[in-house]
């Protein structure tokens, strides 16, 4: 009777090791799953990133010069999210570690921004256009060379405030 008291949990906890056991597999075969499926994922590369980058930063040329401040604000909001998504997302390209050189730039857009003067916008829009060719010839992309812009990066949208 002793022996059945004892053999009856140990019975018990064999069984449940083993319902454990094949419930960790089970988790490591999803895990495994979720991996692959990860792995497989699409993920913009550095250059679809900095087209978007230089488009924003067309964008923004224009509506500076027009004065569309509002504008102007949400692009180079978008100039520095698209930084943040570079930083989170392209960490294998050495690349990265140059990207803050045009911090100081989009800070000083803003600034201007903020404070609605154009000359010093225009001045911190030719710092952001050196910072990014200065990026890039520090990264052997020197062939890369962005300018200030001399057309409209799209044909439909305005770049006057909206009345």
Not at 10 to 15: F, P, Q, R, T, V
Not at 33 to 45: C, E, I, N
Request: charged share 25%; glycine share 8%; net charge neutral.
């Amino acid at each position: 009777m002793k022996a059945l008291l004892i053999l009856i949990p140990a019975l018990g906890l064999l069984s449940a090791c083993a319902n454990s056991s094949d419930s960790n597999r089970r988790l490591q075969t999803q895990v495994d799953s979720l991996k692959k499926k990860l792995d497989s994922t699409y993920r913009p590369g550095l250059g679809e990133f900095m087209m978007g980058i230089q488009e924003h930063h067309a964008k923004l040329w224009f509506a500076g010069l027009d004065k569309n401040w509002e504008l102007a604000d949400f692009e180079v909001h978008e100039i520095g999210e698209t930084i943040g998504d570079i930083k989170q997302y392209c960490t294998d390209r050495p690349e990265v570690k140059s990207i803050g050189i045009i911090d100081p730039a989009i800070s000083s857009i803003s600034s201007a921004i903020k404070q609605k003067d154009e000359e010093a916008f225009k001045k911190g829009f030719a710092a952001l256009t050196d910072g990014c060719n200065n990026c890039h010839r520090d990264n052997n992309h020197g062939f890369n060379v962005i300018t200030i812009p001399t057309g409209l990066p799209v044909t439909n949208q305005q770049f006057k405030p909206a009345k």
